[in-house]
């Protein structure tokens, strides 16, 4: 054996750089660091999951031979076809359609067949990504389901691996952990082991705008998930491998800046990382503006620092987030306005006061707040928070057969079905987002701005089809 050499490539998984953030930052009195899990050698984060996994099923259910299935977004998938090759394993992978075709010929190329399934059904229609994969491992002698969505393997490889190693590498001189929320492993393993060395250490997820996490986190409720463009954080279901216990906070963030922010930890700071890393640098840029304006973004002599997760690499990316013609298609560069966002939307309509009502105010006094503005729905706000909404109908359901009475409070009969979405979610998606969910909610910031109805959408529609069209460019 050669002095120096590793035995094989697996070896070679972990012991990943911290490096400072510097360009990106600028003007921020917060320290940013980025752990750059994209130089593991499958490209992500998930070669620590891998590894544990197979480690933990080889112990039982995987045999020699054997077929692994996973349903993953990529990068899980391209982590155990890594390790599968090194072992003799066949492997089967399913993934939506949402998903670069650099991921998809990447898991072949190490010989994997991949399934791609529809990526707008619910995680329970059979034709979900996650129902197939559960049907193809029935279905394979000798296989076994890889399940990154509810095997604690997940959250220990990070408890294992992750924590220890980011322990070493900074001594636990910082103050925040950041990263994005997807299987939860990342965040629940790794924060449980910074949580044991250091309980003062803050724990921020970062989710996208569609996924179920930050209104679940934020309101207790459950609101309707819709689809999204960046690929590996966010869920339209729980995995029980997140921890949401081990959270301080969540913080939430649209495709655009995403992917606007990917673009630029590449040409600025030399980082060729997926949109999952933008996403998570853009959620830890937002968090250390509130930190300022907090207070708290010193940490005795020296500036607070958040070290943030960079999950992927970027080369599965480069005919979406690195290619300008995709990013013109979906109105993500500046001189592709396409139709506009939620913002526009309210400012069309002209001032409209936004009426709430508090959970302890009773169905008598919404039903004239409703009356009075002549309005159909109304958000329950309690301290600023978003509690749910409730409409006509609730209310009617509730008197005539719900055991109701003018005098229950309204936090009897709020409902969960709303979308959430923020000033900048653009009309596109946002009629994606209506064509499910009854009413959308416009929030910043935990703020609630407004909300929008079908038929306001449907009048914004109307009134930009009349206008002229720009005249031609001398």
Not at 279 to 308: C, T
Not at 331 to 352: I, K, M
């Amino acid at each position: 054996m050669m002095k120096g050499a590793l035995t094989d490539i697996s070896k070679a998984v972990g012991n990943t750089p911290i490096v400072r953030l510097n360009r990106v930052t600028a003007g921020l009195p917060v320290e940013i660091y980025v752990k750059c899990e994209y130089l593991n050698p499958g490209g992500s984060h998930k070669d620590r999951l891998a590894a544990n996994l197979l480690r933990r099923a080889e112990e039982g259910p995987l045999k020699p031979g054997g077929t692994i299935v996973e349903a993953t977004s990529g990068n899980t998938g391209a982590s155990l076809a890594l390790l599968a090759a090194l072992r003799g394993y066949k492997c089967v992978f399913v993934m939506p359609d949402k998903m670069s075709q650099e991921k998809i010929s990447h898991l072949r190329a190490f010989g994997a067949r991949v399934v791609v399934c529809p990526t707008a059904v619910e995680p329970e229609d059979p034709r979900s990504y996650y129902q197939v994969a559960l049907r193809l491992a029935r279905e394979t002698p000798n296989s076994f389901y890889a399940n990154q969505y509810h095997n604690p393997a997940n959250p220990e490889a990070h408890y294992l691996s992750t924590g220890p190693e980011i322990w070493r590498q900074t001594g636990g001189e910082f103050e925040v952990f950041c990263a994005g929320m997807g299987t939860g492993g990342t965040l629940s393993g790794t924060g449980k082991f910074l949580r044991e060395k250091n309980p003062n250490i803050k724990i921020v997820g970062v989710d996208p705008v569609g996924s179920l996490y930050y209104d679940f986190v934020k309101t207790g409720r459950v609101t309707k998930p819709f689809s999204y463009k960046v690929e590996g954080i966010g869920e339209d279901f729980f995995p029980t491998t997140m921890d949401l216990k081990i959270l301080d906070d969540v913080v939430r963030v649209d495709d655009k800046e995403c992917f606007l922010m990917t673009r630029e930890l590449t040409r600025l700071e030399g980082l060729f990382v997926g949109g999952s890393g933008g996403a998570a640098v853009s959620g830890a840029v937002r968090y250390a503006r509130g930190m300022a304006e907090r207070g708290v973004d010193q940490a005795g002599d020296r500036p607070a620092r958040i070290l943030v997760f960079l999950a992927d690499a970027g080369h599965k990316y480069v005919s979406k987030i690195f290619n300008d013609d995709w990013m013109r298609e979906n109105g993500f560069l500046e001189d592709s306005p396409g139709l506009g966002t939620v913002r526009d939307v309210l400012a069309g309509r002209g001032a409209r006061p936004l009426v709430t009502a508090r959970p302890s105010a009773t169905l008598r006094e919404v039903i004239a707040q409703m009356k009075a503005t002549e309005i159909s729905q109304v958000p329950i706000v309690e301290g600023g928070k978003l509690r749910g909404i409730v409409a006509e109908v609730d209310l009617l359901r509730a008197l005539v057969s719900g055991g109701k009475t003018f005098e229950s409070p309204i936090a009897e009969v709020i409902e969960d079905d709303y979308a959430t979405v923020t000033p900048n979610t653009k009309i596109e998606l946002l009629k994606t987002v209506l064509a499910d969910a009854k009413v959308a909610i416009v929030e910043d910031a935990g703020e609630v701005l407004g909300i929008v109805t079908k038929i306001d959408l449907i009048d914004f529609l109307a009134r930009s089809a009349q206008k002229p069209a720009a005249p031609p460019a001398a």
